[in-house]
């Protein structure tokens, strides 16, 4: 996987080969920035579930101030920090659980990518989902990437739907405060 746009285009993106993780289809994640393309310079951003770090990664290649990953697995965050040793960009990296961070953060951020594992329940989704809007800035963006076939969840209140769009078997939904 590379970086799609930016100071870091083309530069390589190491993933751990685990099936309980699955990097996003590059053309999902071109979506998304295509959409969001003039929102990162200067933005504060926040990758849940951050995997492999790409959307936190391509975000600092497009401009992004800082980027905080969230992510349980010890083997993706050292991933992250082995994916971005080569690059001067402002970032951190938090081995947690998402529910933990997000319900004891006061931070604000311009972006939150929430790509949960699939096989996350929609009552699980639907509560992280109310806690993670009071991280949203006035103005902000939070993109969600499912399963196309996943349950419905429910829209914060709040929050309106911004887009949607599917992309293979993956449905991005961004919503917007």
């Known amino acids: 996987m590379r970086i799609i746009s930016g100071k870091f285009k083309g530069s390589l993106i190491n993933t751990i080969n685990d099936s309980s993780t699955r990097p996003m289809m590059s053309k999902a994640r071109e979506g998304i920035f ?16 951050a995997g492999s770090g790409s959307l936190g990664i391509e975000s600092l290649s497009r401009g992004a101030d800082f980027v905080t990953f969230i992510e349980l697995s010890t083997k993706c965050s050292k991933i992250i920090e082995k994916n971005l040793s ?9 081995v947690t659980k998402v529910i933990n961070y997000i319900s004891q953060s006061n931070e604000q951020f311009d972006i939150i990518f929430y ?3 699939f096989s996350t329940s929609k009552t699980e989704i639907d509560n992280e989902l109310n806690i993670i809007q009071n991280l949203m800035n006035k103005n902000s963006k939070l993109v969600i990437h499912r399963h196309k076939s996943s349950d419905q969840f429910v829209y914060p209140n709040g929050l309106e739907l911004y887009r949607e769009k599917n992309y293979g078997q ?6 917007k405060k």
């Not at 080569?86 to 938090?94: A, G, I, P, S």
């Open 86 to 94: 080569n690059m001067e960009v402002n970032f951190t990296v938090l």
């Open 170 to 175: 993956s449905r991005i939904t961004i919503l």
């Open 34 to 49: 295509n959409i969001l393309q003039n929102d990162f310079n200067n933005s504060t951003v926040l990758d849940l579930y």
């Open 115 to 117: 790509d949960p594992p």
